[in-house]
């Protein structure tokens, strides 16, 4: 036995062993644990699965085990999600600060500010959220005009963020300061780590069109925030503010080809599952509508090609290539994907896709309702598509600028 | 699955890349073409092709091959589309032959595939009926036990490689299924007329008057012609889906190339954002297409039971995507895309010869879908 498997052994066991069985089956994203403060998971077993996980290292498993990482290779890490898989389980924990800020602490911080930071996400106990976008900063995030001015071994900051996802159930934000208006706009902004538990941060929810509130505005009324959380230098923010959203693509990115993917390993696909049901089939077991049918497969074969594509580049790292430039294709492709693929499971439901609240639908026909709605926002956080294609036409094709 | 290249696969890229460089440059497509010879290929190129070994890519040792697979040969048959070469790697060892490497006794083998494996002989695959489409069923050709072997008559046509091809696999109904038969080119009864296809390339109508083979002509069972025959397409179509990436590729290339340097309104047209974000989705488009064509080889070296669902998803995939990037290449050239001086006319005329080829998008969809149980 290889010592790969004799982990996937080891990991199997135990995670059969310990595992709450009210969360196995649950593998969907409603009962991923977010951690922080005041967590607002449904479910107390998924901070204690948190919890247990954290210990072993596995909510972040590639990270150093001085910072509560598992200190894993990547194989390891995927034979770890395997397993969850096959239970059916959620990842232990999710959050931007697994997914966003950890990675470039780990990347620019300092020794003191990993040691303060890093252990506090993997055990969950502090929830991140982003302050990036202002009512004026949007795709041209690097004119944002929040003030952040010195006083002493503090910055006092005044200015607005807005849409914050989560900033109504997070405890920390990292945030993007101008500290330099002086000069050209990126070279006068800071990447700062501020606590918002203060009189100076006001948050106030927004509505989506889904009807549902994941982000706010933010406000900064004379806020403080500590010299020693800034990242990487006074004025030098941009760069870190850039490798963040790396970060963020890859995560948005793998979340939704993976949807997919791992939808198909574990069982009929999702479409072909709601279409048989919705649509129906005829005697050779063929979808009835030939239109559907056509479109259920351009959606699966589109996700097997990402997913495919996805695999390809993380074996090129693997084998040592730097990532490819097939991975700016992610976050584009793989958002638009999923909008298709919501617009489908719309079509294959009919008009029991309108329901909004009330009788005469079911529980996943309103969730399915939302979920769409949710999903044109996809192509928008983290970068719209076409600021992706700019920046495919700009640093992988070298086309003149415009 | 792998995708990484190793280094071997690495090595065999570049020295594919650079032969075809060096051999064949559009001017040498143009001027087969322009020659109106009846071969439409280079019989001493595709000698040298041999020499190199990539005839030999996906057979047995046993049967004289390098015991490589289609992850290898479809790294030759880019290399090969980024030329337009148009020398029967595809149509013959990538088709024919591949009847007679899957079912073939040791004595057609001895016959047929040594030869063909040494770039001396050309095995054609004739399956395809006017009127059929994309079907395998060969409802026109008809075997009749005949003596002690068939009979066999009907008509094939665009047989790949047929003009001047030395043995053709001929698919053909029998009482009990379908059967794949060889019929030596010069059987009394058969006659090869060539045909001029859209992309220049060797096709060939054959028909086929009560032409006797013996026994010996059977490939594999009677009767077992339909899965072999699917199976011989599966390894053709993953070759060729190699090759449309490879020519999509320069084609994409091409145009790159062009915006960088052609000027309007005192600009480069590549500054502008309309014709960028289309070209950022033809990139898409081909990366894609590349990660569908490496895991459809790699799913029929691997013997993966999602082998034939791959195959389509690759086909269906490089067809859209060769067509798109052929298509957008002639419309950002402007006017100069539409003469036939300019050489990206080559491309948008094969990519729509190979999208037809073993299937277009929409035949592979449904097939996908078949394959998938709905
Ligand atoms: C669900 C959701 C969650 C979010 N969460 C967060 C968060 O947690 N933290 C945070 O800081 N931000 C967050 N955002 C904000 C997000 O990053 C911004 O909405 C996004 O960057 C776009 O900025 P904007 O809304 O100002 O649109 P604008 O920049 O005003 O864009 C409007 C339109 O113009 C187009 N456009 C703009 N510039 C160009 C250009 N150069 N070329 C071509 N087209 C262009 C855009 O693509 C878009 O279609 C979130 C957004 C959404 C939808």
Known sequence: MGDLEAFRADVRAWLEQNAPKSLQGQLGQESVYWGGRNPTTASPESKDFCEMCAEKGWTAPTWPKEYGGGGLGQAEERVLQQELARLRLPPPLTGFGLQMIGPTLLQFGTEAQKQEHLTKITRGEIRWCQGYSEPNAGSDLASLATAAVLEGDEYVLNGQKIWTSYGDVSDWMFVLVRTDPDVKKQKGITFLLIDMDQPGVEVRPIKLISGFSPFCETFFTNARAKTKDVISGVNQGWTVAKALLGHERTMIANVFGSAGGRGRSQGENPAVALAKRYVGTDETGQLKDRVLRDQVTRVTMDTLSFNQTVQRNADNIKAGHRPGPESSIFKVYGTELNQRREELMLALRGPQALGWEGPGFEPAELAQTRSWLRSRGNTIEGGTSEVQLNIIAKRVLELPEQ | ?374
């Open chain 2, 1 to 374: 699955m792998q995708f990484a290249l190793t280094e071997d696969q690495a090595m065999l890229a570049q020295t594919a890349t650079a032969f075809v460089a060096e051999h064949s440059p559009l001017t040498r497509i143009r001027a087969l073409r322009d020659a109106g010879d009846e071969l439409c290929y280079s019989p001493a190129l595709f000698g040298q092709m041999a020499e190199l070994g990539w005839t030999a890519i996906p057979f047995a040792e046993a049967d004289g091959g390098l015991a490589m697979g289609l992850s290898e040969a479809i790294i030759v048959t880019e290399a090969l589309g980024r030329g337009l070469c148009p020398e029967p790697v595809l149509s013959s060892i990538m088709g024919g032959a591949q009847a007679l490497a899957l079912a073939g006794t040791p004595a057609q083998k001895n016959t047929w595939l040594a030869p063909a494996i040494a770039g001396e002989k050309t095995i054609a695959l004739a399956y395809q009926e006017r009127g059929g489409r994309f079907s395998t069923a060969a409802e026109g050709t008809r075997a009749e036990r005949s003596g002690s072997g068939y009979k066999l008559a009907g008509e094939k046509t665009i047989v790949l490689g047929g003009a001047g091809a030395d043995v053709y696999v001929v698919s053909a109904q029998l009482a009990d299924g379908l059967g794949l038969f060889l019929v030596p080119a010069g059987a009394s009864g058969l006659t090869v007329t060539p045909q001029k296809l859209v992309d220049g390339r060797n096709a060939a109508v054959l028909a086929l008057s009560d032409v006797q083979v013996g026994e010996d002509a059977l490939v594999g069972t009677p009767g077992g012609g339909l899965e072999l025959l699917d199976d011989v397409l599966d390894r053709a179509t993953v070759a060729l889906c190699g090759e449309m990436l490879g020519g999509m590729q320069v084609a994409f290339d091409m145009t790159l190339a062009y915006l960088k340097e052609r000027k309007q309104f005192d600009v480069h047209i590549g500054s502008f954002q309309g014709l960028q974000h289309r070209a950022a989705k033809m990139y898409i488009e081909v990366e894609l297409a590349r990660s569908a064509t490496m895991a459809a080889a790699r799913a029929i070296d691997e013997q993966n039971p999602q082998a034939k669902a791959l195959v389509s998803n690759a086909k269906a995939r490089c067809s859209d995507a060769y067509i798109l990037i052929a298509n957008e290449a002639v419309q950002m050239h402007g006017g100069i895309g539409m003469t036939d001086e300019h050489d990206i006319g080559f491309f948008i005329k094969r990519a729509r010869a190979a999208e037809m080829t073993y299937g277009d998008a929409a035949y592979h969809r449904d097939r996908f879908a078949r394959l998938s149980g709905y």
